[in-house]
């Protein structure tokens, strides 16, 4: 059996975080709002968030950065798009192949390459990351700086490139309306590592089982590492303490997809349990704090994992 889908359904406990905001309209930040099913409205931290922290992990926890492509040693946003080795690729799979076989990132986390045009969706994926709408709890902070000339260092900081200053030389004070929040946040992920190395223009693998469990295991690592240590927006000043993370895993080692529900659903755990005696080659392990969820991690780490079965594939 070799592992084909991964997906992480979990419970967190944050407190006195500030980890996605709307964005700021003159000294006020506005906490992120997202609204649920039932019309109800709650705190939300954004797919793009989680996931631009597990491809930071990805990056960080790879030593040898001459596996990425250019733009991804750098961790350039434009990744595949970027990378040299592509240009003067004419067919889509030509470019893809390049673009998968030259970069663990690009091959992990996908990309967009303009000409020609190729597209690779992500092989890790994420989902709103929602406040339980009974357990979040949101504050307004006013926070004040002084400052006797000129600007402060820390308004200065703040301040973006290009965005218009007015230097004063009399004593200054800002005042600044920062939100904190306090809540469970309901996270899923799902993970396809029979997708890694995969050339989804002419389905052949583009690198050999070795590379793709090497790649496979970093994804992993960098799982454990983005929950361990949950970067966001504001941690300079408002980094979340972390108090409680509780849910599970569930994988399927055969050529089915994860199911998944909600974590924001009361019982979800009892319910995955359920379902995946609904299906062969579907288990589940229940986590309840971080350090069980990193042993399940680790476990699945080690497995092999799955390879479709293509006629004529070597
Ligand atoms: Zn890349």
Redesign the pocket.
Known sequence: MAIFEIGILGRVTWNLHSMNNEGTVGNVTEPRTVVLADGEKTDGISGEMLKHIHAYNVWLLQEDKGQ??Q??QKFHPQ??DM?PLIQGKDTPEKAMET?IS?????DLHG?LVQRPAVARPSTVEFGWTLGLPEKTHREIHIHARHSMVGRSREEAEEKQAGEETVERQVPAQMIYHRPTRSGVYAIVSVFQPWRIGLNEVDYTYTIDDEKRKNRYQLAMNAYKATFMRTDGAMTSTRFPHVEAMEGVVVTSETNFPVPTISPLKDGFVEEMESLVTKQRGLSHQKFSNLAELCDIINALANKDIFRLGMPGAK
Request: glycine letters at 0%; aromatic letters at 14%; a positive charge.
């Open positions: 990425f492509c733009a991804c990744k595949a990378n673009a030259s970069c663990i990132l690009c990309f």
